[in-house]
């Protein structure tokens, strides 16, 4: 997958992530949410279904459990952080 797919995608991911967890990240966290988040949900996706999938290729299970781990990290820095960071 070109990096500049990546980046899109992983700014989508991390901006629906942040969304649905009352965060507001900006543009730029976004994007790193979303990357972040793509590799703690394939972590988990191989943890969960034993399968070991390329990090380059596209599916629609990628995407979701890239939102998953997005989500995720999403809810620890909510936790770590300061009330100053969140959207009401």
Same mark, same amino acid.
């Given at each position: 997958?070109? #990096?500049?797919?990546? #980046? ?8 629906? %992530?942040?969304?649905?967890? $009352? ?9 790193? &949410? ?5 590799? #703690?949900?394939?972590? &988990? %996706?191989?943890?969960?279904?034993? %399968? ?18 997005? &989500?995720?990290?999403? %809810? #620890?820095?909510?936790?770590?952080? $300061? ?6």
């Amino acid at each position: 997958m070109s #990096i500049i797919v990546m #980046i899109i995608l992983g700014g989508l991911v991390g901006l629906i %992530a942040s969304r649905l967890m $009352s965060r507001d990240s900006g543009v730029l966290g976004s994007i790193i &949410i979303g990357i972040v988040g793509s590799f #703690i949900g394939s972590f &988990i %996706a191989r943890l969960i279904t034993g %399968a070991d999938k390329s990090y380059l290729a596209f599916d629609w299970t990628g995407l979701f459990w890239s939102l998953v781990g997005s &989500i995720i990290l999403v %809810a #620890i820095l909510n936790a770590t952080t $300061s009330n100053r960071h969140h959207t009401v």
